[in-house]
């Protein structure tokens, strides 16, 4: 059963971001990376607990998009994959997850 997605405000403009850029580098290149995210969503919805976790805490998770060099980074709350943050892997290797993730 796959578990509901969230994406928080802070996600939504990191996907804001990444879209825009690639979309400047060439028209609908914007829109593969977003198919690819939606892609990497219904992954983690449907096993979430297959992924690593990547904090002491052990409450964050990531994800790395095969295509595009993006970090995405959740955690499971009741039930719920809550999005925390889209990130480039290299540019923002130690990129802060907005005020849900700390």
């Known amino acids: 059963m796959a578990h509901n997605i ?11 971001e990444a879209y825009a850029w690639y979309e400047q580098q060439r028209t ?7 198919k690819e995210l939606e892609n990497a969503y219904q992954k ?8 690593s976790f990547i904090d ?5 998770r990531d994800f790395l998009l095969h295509r595009f060099p993006y970090l995405i980074v959740f955690r499971i709350k009741n039930s719920v ?8 892997a290299k540019k923002y290797p130690s990129k802060k997850y907005g005020e849900s993730g700390k």
């Open 81 to 88: 994959v809550e999005i925390i943050s889209v990130h480039h």
């Open 44 to 51: 983690i919805a449907n096993n979430p607990d297959h992924y």
């Open 56 to 60: 002491e805490k052990k409450e964050l």
């Open 28 to 34: 609908g290149l914007g829109d593969e990376l977003l």
């Open 6 to 16: 969230v994406i928080t405000p802070f996600a939504h403009n990191d996907e804001y």
